[in-house]
């Protein structure tokens, strides 16, 4: 383990745009894949469990679409880092499936009642919203005022807390699983958690960085133990026989392809203004977090701020990024917090290394296997490392608010905003006689009120001059 600390890094490391070894830069893109690999998959794991198109006769589709965000990752990423015209800011960041659009589409799902249908609509959606997005990258330097660290720090804030009861459902084993909560479950989770804290903490340098992967292949680890030695099925209290959330389908793997090309519109495509509205102001949500994530990637990797142009090409690239995915069924695309952390601890911004890593992700695309090996991963262990992700958002949002000193304005706009919005939220049946419209705008996720409240406060409230 001494020698991974003691391999030096060459010079190019450091530099964007200098030439790089293959034989360093390929396992620091490796690395930065390690952070994104399982953050870039959940989001559809857990939307087509939503939709209930996770098994049975949607096994294949599913594995279809796990590929497809792969390969999407990949190409935009590489559009991020060399860009096309307007497209792309020429900056450090890994492109890939947004978590931030969970909240929301399961309102979505809740309100169409699943289904392929659902899972549709919220394509449809996303075409609209990447376009929507990226003119907003266009005319981003007159719109930056209204979204300072107090505003864009609020909606992180309120995406990590809504997302913390999706992390603990999948901890119990995911909610619709017979077995939901049962003691392997826990257990299963829990070792995952304490593995990924014990790489995180005991160990520095690539071990460290890829505490998460190494948790995950663990969680695999442990589930075929299991497999081998506890009873993998139960019976309901019906007398109906199920197989335990944890058991690992490995036939699954089996049947898929070694190669295959990503399909083009796996699933129909649906324009539905129940899916559309609601999605339109996530993605003005989703701008805010890329600048935000452009600005910490800049500041934390090459210790100066983004340029204009640099934010309203990353913006633009988020935006077209998420139009293209979703014409392979993929959920929107997005930088990925994850990959932002991991420039600002090792430095390491240039432009090959990320590209090795992004050339990875589209092999996986092209490799069915690989796809379906992530898929039958048990939601337990998906579990044990989203608890910690998701909170880390939570973390995230707070520090981009205490960025400045708190003022009393600032303390209003974030009490309100979480007080008001988040909790109309996280409380929906409060919304219960409101405007149906209104109801699938604020409800479920309590992310965009309280963006909304914030904005609204920001805007209103007097400037203070003395801060508390």
Known sequence: MEHLKEVKLEESAYQFDAKMSLKQAIPLGLQHVCAMFVGNLTPLLIITSACGIAGGEFADLQVTLL????????????????????????????????????????????????????????????????????????FLKPLRKFFPPVVTGTVVLSIGLSLISVGINSFGGGNSAKDFGSMENLLLALFVLVVILIFKHWTTGFLSSSAILIGILAGYVAAFVMGLVLPTTGVTADGVEFTK??????????????????????????????????????????????????????????????????????????????????????????????????????????????ASGAIFLILCGLI???????????????????????????????????KEKMTPRQLTIVSVALGVGYGMGANSGILAQAPHAFQLICGESGIVPAAFVAILLNVLLPKDDKAA
Do not use: H
């Open 245 to 354: 959330a944890w058991v690992l389908n490995w036939d699954k793997v089996a049947q898929a392809s070694w190669f295959a090309i990503p399909k083009l519109i796996p699933v129909k495509i649906v324009f539905d203004m129940r899916a559309i509205l609601p999605v339109l102001i996530m993605f003005i949500v989703t701008a805010v977090e890329t600048v935000g994530d452009i600005s910490g990637v800049m500041e934390g990797g090459m210790d100066r701020e983004p340029t204009d142009k640099e934010l309203s090409g990353g913006v633009i690239c988020d935006g077209l990024g998420s139009t293209f995915a979703a014409l392979f069924g993929v959920l929107p695309n997005t930088s990925f917090s994850q990959n932002v952390g991991l420039v600002a601890m090792t430095k390491v911004v240039n432009r090959m290394a990320l």
């Open 67 to 138: 590929q497809s965000a792969m390969f999407v990752a990949g190409v935009v990423t590489l559009v991020q880092l060399f860009t096309i015209g307007p497209v792309g800011g020429g900056v450090p960041i890994i492109m890939g499936t947004s978590s931030g659009f969970i909240g929301v589409f399961n309102s979505v799902v809740g309100s169409m009642g699943g289904g392929v249908l659902a899972y549709g609509a919220i394509m449809g959606a996303s075409i609209i919203g990447g376009i929507f997005e990226s003119v907003l990258g266009f």
């Open 368 to 402: 069915p296997k690989l796809g379906a090996l992530i898929s039958i991963m048990p939601q337990a262990v998906l579990g044990g490392a989203a608890v910690m992700m998701f909170s880390s958002i939570v973390v995230s949002g707070i520090q981009l608010i205490t």
